[in-house]
Nanobody, 123 residues
Framework: QIRLAESGGGLVQAGDSLRLSCVSS????????MGWFRQAPGKEREFVAH????????YYSDFVKGRFTLSRDNAENTVYLQMNSLKPEDTAVYYC????????????????WGQGTQVTVSS
């Protein structure tokens, strides 16, 4: 069992930037695929991005590609989601997730989840 803790959310204006962090308690953090998902009120949880454990290869959803950057620091057990050019439609609770299996876009394939951090983008 591992714990994930997100931070960095907040209220910003359209066009602003935020950096979300997710700290993991895993002793073998570098083995985990880390994903970010988001959920807006009344909507399904949707995939944002994921990053492989060893290689650091990333994959993004189309609606964040070019604006968001996912990175990881295995020495600090932390992943970072840099979000630039934020839009009102990016407003959601953002969740960090982890799993030992290969990267996937499906939230059902991730075993561990954080509590989420709220991101609100005003127009």
């Amino acid at each position: 069992q591992i714990r994930l803790a997100e931070s960095g959310g907040g209220l910003v204006q359209a066009g602003d930037s935020l950096r979300l962090s997710c700290v993991s308690s895993a002793r073998t953090f570098g083995h985990y695929t880390m994903g970010w998902f988001r959920q807006a009120p009344g909507k399904e949880r949707e995939f944002v991005a994921h990053i492989r454990g060893s290689s650091g290869l990333t994959y993004y959803s189309d609606f964040v590609k070019g604006r968001f950057t996912l990175s990881r620091d295995n020495a600090e057990n932390t992943v970072y989601l840099q979000m630039n050019s934020l839009k009102p439609e990016d407003t959601a609770v953002y969740y960090c997730a982890a799993d030992l299996r290969s990267p996937t876009n499906s939230p059902d394939e991730y075993t561990y989840w954080g509590q989420g951090t709220q991101v609100t983008v005003s127009s």
